[in-house]
């Protein structure tokens, strides 16, 4: 089983950018697909973005596409989400998953 701790999150300003890490514990994160979904108040959780096997394909939802980028160092075992151009409606808490577990979340928040 895999342990899965978020960091980066923050309040920025929009247009702004932030970095989420995704750093996991318990097996290698080489060639199993790690995603990040996010939950804003309210609202259900949704995709966000994904990393897939050994090629890293990559997989992201309409609204973040050409603004987020996800990565992985599998060095460090750990999974990035550059995130570029920051809006309001991206205010949320960020998840990262892989298989049937998830982190703990990390908060961001996007002013106006």
């Known amino acids: 089983q895999v342990q899965l701790v978020e960091s980066g999150g923050g309040l920025v300003q929009a247009g702004g950018s932030l970095r989420l890490s995704c750093a996991a514990s318990?097996?290698?994160?080489?060639?199993?697909?790690m995603s990040w979904f996010r939950q804003a108040p309210g609202k259900e959780r949704e995709f966000v973005a994904s990393?897939?096997?050994?090629?890293?394909?990559?997989y992201y939802t309409d609204s973040v596409k050409g603004r987020f980028t996800i990565s992985r160092d599998n060095a460090n075992n750990t999974v990035y989400l550059e995130m570029n151009s920051l809006k309001p409606e991206d205010t949320a808490v960020y998840y990262c998953?892989?298989?049937?577990?998830w982190g703990q979340g990390t908060q961001v928040t996007v002013s106006s």
């Open positions: 318990g097996r290698t994160i080489s060639g199993y697909s």
């Open positions: 990393i897939i096997g050994l090629g890293d394909i990559t």
């Open positions: 998953k892989s298989g049937a577990n």
